[in-house]
């Protein structure tokens, strides 16, 4: 090798390496492979803890449910999270417009999770999220939350 | 490398605030030709072929193809613009091979380009600009012919009639001719002359379509975003000063990444008591270094450019300048990256010349010199750094299609703001196709990401 392309090599090198990671990606895509560590994916309440409004209505449209309960995994909203409500999971990780989307899509907020809704948004101090439930709900908001609410 | 990036731009959906109006627009007009004659006569920007061109691709769409004819479109042109990046760059030996392999890395890590490609609208014309006039310098560089001749007249108007940038194709001709590519010959360009002249007329004359003013948009200024009016207020009385601080924004913004958009980021974040980031290190350090081989390129070859002695490599950068240069120029009303996009392609044209020269002059010293040694470290951290940046490409195009596809969620309520409502059934349904287009596709989930690229990449 002459050299000016030993010189060549240097600079042009690590242009080629990536090039070269990128065709092995392209390729393992092309062919239906993962070359990364596969990840389940998220959950309705997972997209809804990380504010994905796209996903959440992609995620109903392919029938879930969106008052359906799901663990939310670690890393996302603190520790991880025993199945919770998408509902609870928008106003605890202060996603007011997910849980505005949410109840577009049919999530409902109904004598049974009311108090529970009302009184998670009146601890985070949510003031949207109050007011988004006291509207969806005919009931009077709880006279006194657990403590701690 | 040109697959990767059509990858990317596939990720990504139609944006949402600059591309569903000119789509609603198209959905309106009866034909090409009335999109064409309408957009003629729009004051300050003389852009008829821009809102031409999305017609066709529109009609072409025929209701539900939107995002084949679209992100299509798109991906062609990226295709073209490598093909003619290569065939400009004439590759014969393995150091060219080599220095080509870094040339593209400068091409798709420089900060220019993301905005070709990181933002899906209906055509991106930005883009369309760089391949026309890279198609310029390839006419240039040709056997010639009368049909070379043709496709370069061509060319400048399709180019000059799409956006202001397009005028550039005027200017890598010209320059390309003065440093002694004869491939479109002198005639030509007396009438590329002519055509450039009956432009001026249209614009100036006929539409009377005039020149943007100050308060047209923000515009980054030192360390501040001055909105219209402050601008209004800043430099209404001689407007002058803030024309010269752009021109010399653009330039230094090309060859050292610094200022963007006309904001300079280390005093910002300095000023802002922030510790600097690693993507100002990693973009202002990459560039002063290639700009630097530039310069020594420049200082090595000036006497005999100046005697009108010219070889291949001298002409790609002086033409190269010439187009940085002008579209510094043509930036004077307010700077963008995405202006500088024609400037940023030539600029890795430079570099590719440059850095081969360096590698070839620091080959020839004799052993137990130690520049050859300091040379390798040299490119071995270009190489390194333009190859971060074109991932930093990829990244910011990833993350900008999750931004967007959550912008299409509030497409109507944004609709609304706007003042707009669809007017149709037909302009309903092409909201809905383009943001189930949108929402339907899943990318790249920013929650699963570590935190450092957002610093590195920024």
């Known amino acids: 090798m002459s050299r000016d392309t030993t010189l060549g090599l240097y600079g042009g090198g690590p242009a080629l390496l990536l090039t070269g990671a990128l065709v092995v990606l392209m390729v393992a895509a092309a062919a239906g492979g993962r070359p990364f560590p596969p990840r389940e994916p998220l959950t309705l309440a997972e997209l809804t803890a990380v504010g994905d409004r796209a996903g959440i209505i992609r995620t109903v449209r392919l029938g879930v449910n969106p008052n359906e309960s799901s663990p939310v995994r670690a890393g996302l909203l603190g520790d991880r999270l025993d199945p919770t409500a998408p509902l609870e999971v928008a106003i605890i990780a202060n996603q007011a417009d997910a849980l505005r989307l949410l109840m577009e899509l049919g999530a409902i907020v109904h004598s049974g999770n009311y108090q529970r809704l009302w009184c998670l948004a009146r601890q985070s101090r949510n003031a949207d999220a109050m007011a988004a439930v006291e509207a969806a709900s005919p009931d009077a908001p709880p006279a006194q939350c657990p403590e701690g609410g | ?458």
């Open chain 2, 1 to 458: 490398m040109a697959t990767a990036v059509s990858m990317s731009v596939l990720a990504s959906p139609v944006q949402l605030s600059d591309s569903l109006v000119p789509l609603l627009q198209a959905q309106e007009f009866p034909s090409v030709f009335e999109a064409v004659r309408v957009s003629a006569n729009n004051s300050a920007y003389f852009r008829p072929f821009r809102i031409g061109q999305i017609q066709v691709l529109y009609q072409w769409a025929d209701g539900q193809r939107y995002f084949l004819a679209f992100r299509g479109f798109h991906v062609l042109l990226v295709a073209a613009l490598f093909a003619c990046f290569v065939t400009v760059l004439r590759v014969t030996t393995a150091l060219d091979f080599l220095m080509a392999a870094l040339a593209m890395t400068v091409l798709v890590g420089h900060h220019a380009f993301l905005g070709t490609v990181w933002e899906a609208y209906p055509i991106n014309h930005f883009l369309e600009v760089c391949v026309l006039c890279l198609f310029a310098l390839v006419l240039s560089r040709s056997g010639g012919g009368w049909w070379v001749d043709l496709l370069a007249m061509l060319t400048f108007a399709a180019a000059a009639l799409t956006l202001e940038s397009g005028l550039l194709v005027c200017v890598v001709l010209w320059a390309a001719w003065l440093a002694g590519w004869r491939g479109v010959s002198g005639r030509a360009l007396v009438v590329l002359g002519v055509l450039l002249g009956g432009y001026l007329y249209l614009r100036f004359g006929y539409f009377a379509t005039g020149l943007p003013g100050l308060d047209e948009r923000d515009s980054g200024f030192w360390t501040t975003r001055l909105s219209p009016v402050e601008l209004r207020q800043r430099f209404g009385a001689d407007p002058r000063p803030f024309y010269v601080y752009n021109v010399v924004a653009s330039l230094l913004g090309v060859l050292f990444a610094e200022p963007r958009a006309g904001l300079y980021s280390v005093p910002l974040q300095i000023e802002r008591g922030l510790t600097i980031v690693p993507s100002t290190y990693l973009t202002i350090g990459t560039s002063a270094a290639t700009t630097a081989c530039i310069g020594w390129f420049v200082w090595r070859h000036a006497r005999e450019w100046v005697r009108g002695q010219f070889d291949d490599a001298g002409r790609l950068v002086c033409v190269a300048f010439a187009v940085m240069g002008a579209n510094a120029v043509i930036s004077y009303g307010y700077t963008k990256d995405e202006i500088m996009s024609p400037g940023g392609v030539f600029y890795a044209v430079a570099a590719y010349a440059a850095v081969r020269e360096v590698a070839a002059v620091a080959a020839r010293r004799t052993p137990g010199h130690r520049r050859p040694e300091l040379v390798a470290v040299l490119l071995l951290l270009v190489g390194c750094g333009w190859s971060l940046r074109t991932v930093g490409t990829h990244y910011q195009t990833h993350m900008m299609a999750y931004t967007i596809r959550q912008q299409w969620v509030d497409a109507d309520r944004w609709l609304e703001g706007q003042g707009l409502r669809p007017k149709n059934d037909g302009q309903r349904q092409l909201i809905r196709v383009l943001r189930d287009d949108a929402i339907n596709v899943t990318g790249v989930q920013p929650a699963f990401l570590p935190k450092w690229p957002e610093r590195w990449f920024r």
